[in-house]
């Protein structure tokens, strides 16, 4: 359902104002006293309040109110409802030429008061709005698509689970309108209404029946009783035999969806496989993206060296390794060849100190003459003089030049393979010459190590990705397991439409063993009374045999009324027994469905709450609270009027994600924004556009800064 067009007027509040309304969004502003909710109001009142014991808008207001509802149930024509100044009401179908009155009554008239049926004989000749306004009444478009504003919010009766519920699993596949009939027959007349009257009503011809037919036997022979008797159980044996056949049938057809189940499971089980390979891939990708961004990023004056072959990579590492071991090597050399002229020049020194000592102490005392201790002063020079020939001979003997020339060769022998190597990966790196690369790569040794190592990771990485060809098998080999699960499905539905058994939208297999168990129990059940049946017909051939009479006939009009009788009889039992059988199936799976969708709208209503509060109550409010709301149509506890606004809000606007396509309505929102700050008003901005694209939104306000959100009408 769609709103088009609105055209109203009201006595001091607006005059003939007109409304184009979109099929997305249309904000109504007016401000504050200008009859915005008696508007909105207006907007439901306008289509459903003949047709229902509900009334939006007061008599006082609706006898003073003209209003003009264009609308639209389908993709040709649409709906004008009109309450005008007469007190009249009005609904007129127009498509292309043809325009015609469908519904009128005077606004003084109770027409609610006539039910369903009254509805449905004064809308005999627009079955298309008998059927909208059947599904869909007051109550139903309330809960789901009117948003009352929070200062005339009732927070004692929020919204009624019923009709929600009824809304969420109506489709258009007739299997909930099935559902349906059949509770009616069955829990509005006893058990099963007509069929069961016209069981006892048989049951009792066939007993009296039988009664004349015993008064009239017991003049027969015996062998007419036998006769009768033989048929009797013959007729028993083959519907017996019949409802045999049906079980086993039965049971085939379930043991094959078992099996199918299983393939179907076998199948998602081999998706998930190759569905988690596939994200495997993408991993993949996107780190060895990542690793090449974190190289780019970290080793900037790598960034155009291309060496990425695996062998040269490794090559590069070792020569550079080789280097830098030489070089430890020779600075070893040296750093031991200093650290023996350091000695060697403090022994000197010591020396010279310790003689100068010696010798002033000797002059000294011998008061500075020379002419005794000669020899003790020569000694003295000639020890010290050997002592320091013999400490530069120690610092100079063990040069080891020829271990730093070898060393050296070695090096350079090593630096020539390095630049085999880089010109052989054909190294690249702008503004450097190939003769100035080796002494860049030596100013960044530490760091090419790393990004040889963090190279060597994307290298590996690269050769663990599948091919593309591979990635495109896999695809195709994932379409190909998705069209074999369909088909799959497939079966099992023709499968259930060749045997008349119902089909359940969510077959479970232990579900299925269950009522394979109660089959196998009717069948034994069902092979015992075939074989007592059998011995009876058999003691009755024998008899016979042994006492050959002149037969009654089979055809005495007695006889046929009787099997005519039991045939009728036979038909409606096996009618009731499979109508029963349907519809507890049926309620069982609509119980579910309704169970799962009810499940998913809280879940949603929750997602959704948390997004526009921004988490603020999210250890205050669960699913077990909207739970309880639905359940009890009301909220207990200390939440402010805005917060019970706004769980109310995310309700009914979550409700659009389960709305089948033959109820999509309207979602009409009274002054949304009392309680909400800008944050709040932009979260609320993306959901009605989300929402929007779904079902039509139209926004009732008094702040004039909505022109942004959509279509924008002023009172």
């Known amino acids: 359902m769609q709103y088009i067009k609105c055209v109203a007027s009201f006595p001091g509040l607006f005059e003939s104002t007109a409304i184009d309304l979109t099929d997305r969004i249309t904000v109504i502003y007016g401000r504050n006293g200008s009859g915005k909710t008696l508007l909105s109001m207006a907007f439901i009142d ?24 264009i609308f639209s149930l389908s993709g040709s024509g649409f709906y004008k409802a009109i309450n005008n100044s007469d007190k009249f009401y009005t609904i007129n179908y127009k498509n292309g030429n043809y325009d015609k009155v469908i519904f009128s009554e005077n606004r003084g008239e109770n027409s609610a008061e006539d039910g369903q049926s009254g509805i449905t004989s004064r809308l005999s000749e627009a079955r298309e709005l008998n059927d909208f306004v059947m599904r869909i009444d007051s109550d139903s478009f309330f809960d789901s698509s009117y948003v009352p504003s929070p200062s005339n919010m009732d927070r004692t009766v929020l919204l ?114 190759i569905k988690s390979e596939v994200s495997n891939e993408q991993e993949k990708l996107s780190s060895l993206n990542l690793l090449k961004e974190d190289i780019f990023r970290i080793f900037p004056q790598f960034n155009n060296m291309r060496i990425e072959d ?21 600075d070893d050399i040296h750093f031991q060849k ?20 010696s010798v002033a102490s000797i002059l000294y005392k011998n008061s500075f003459s020379l002419k005794m201790d000669v020899f003790l002063l020569g ?39 390095l630049k085999e190597v880089l010109e052989k990966s054909k190294v690249e ?33 690269k050769k663990s990705l599948k091919k593309s060809d591979y990635l495109v098998a896999i695809e195709e080999k994932l379409d190909s397991l998705r069209e074999e699960e369909e088909s799959i499905r497939m079966e099992i539905s023709e499968n259930l439409r060749a045997v008349e058994i119902i089909k359940d939208i969510e077959l479970e297999t232990d579900k299925i063993n269950g009522i394979l168990g109660t089959i196998d129990r009717e069948i034994e059940l069902l092979e015992q009374q075939i074989s007592i049946k059998q011995n009876i017909l058999s003691q009755i051939d024998d008899e016979l045999e042994r006492n050959p009479q002149k037969r009654t006939s089979s055809g005495s009009p007695l006889m046929r009324e009787r099997d005519e009788i039991e045939g009728r009889l036979n038909r409606l039992t096996a009618n009731r027994s499979s109508l029963h059988f349907i519809f507890e199936v049926l309620n069982e799976a609509v119980n579910a469905r309704s169970e799962n969708r009810m499940n998913s709208l809280v879940s949603s209503a929750l997602r959704r709450f948390n997004y526009l509060t921004n988490n603020q109550y999210v250890t205050r409010v669960d699913e077990a609270l909207y739970n309880r709301m639905l359940a009890e149509g009301r909220l207990d506890g200390d939440f402010n009027q805005g917060t019970v606004y706004e769980l109310l809000l995310c309700m009914k606007l979550s409700i659009t994600d389960y709305l089948p396509e033959r109820n999509q309505l309207p979602l009409i929102i009274d002054d949304p924004f009392q309680f909400m700050d800008d944050e709040r008003t932009t979260r609320f901005k993306s959901i009605i556009d989300e929402v929007s694209r779904k079902r039509q939104v139209i926004i009732f306000t008094h702040q004039g800064d909505k022109k942004g959100w959509g279509n924008y009408i002023e009172l």
């Open 429 to 461: 790196i702008e503004g450097y010459k190939l003769s100035e690369l080796y002494d860049f790569l030596l100013q960044y040794f530490e760091d090419y190590i790393e990004y040889t190592e963090r190279t060597r990771d994307i290298v590996d990485l």
């Open 160 to 273: 009624h689970r019923q009709p929600i519920q009824k809304l969420l699993i109506d489709d258009d596949s007739g299997f909930h309108d099935l559902h349906n009939s059949l509770s009616r027959i069955f829990r509005n007349s006893g058990c099963d209404g007509r069929i069961r009257s016209e069981i006892e009503k048989n049951e009792e011809s066939l007993r009296s029946l039988n009664r004349n037919i015993e008064i009239t036997d017991i003049k027969d022979s015996r062998a007419d009783k036998l006769n009768n008797e033989r048929k009797n159980i013959r007729k028993e044996l083959n519907s017996l035999n019949g409802s045999l056949e049906r079980f086993k049938e039965q049971k085939g057809v379930l043991k094959k969806i078992i099996e199918d189940l299983e393939k179907i499971e076998f199948l998602n089980n081999d998706l998930e496989k």
């Open 46 to 69: 306008g289509i459903w309040r003949s047709f229902s014991g509900k009334k939006f808008v007061s008599d006082e207001s609706w006898n003073k109110i003209y209003i003009e509802l």
């Open 310 to 330: 695996s062998p040269n990579l490794e090559k590069v590492q070792e020569l550079f390794t080789n280097i830098r071991n030489i070089n430890e090597k020779i």
């Open 379 to 417: 000694g003295i020079l000639v020890f010290a003089f050997v002592s320091c020939i013999l400490a530069l001979i120690y610092s100079v003997i063990p040069s080891r030049r020829k271990d730093i020339q070898k060393l050296r060769e070695e090096r350079r022998s090593v630096e020539e393979g």
């Open 338 to 357: 200093d650290i023996k002229r350091k000695r060697a020049r403090k022994t000197a020194i010591f020396i010279g100190i310790s003689t100068f000592i």
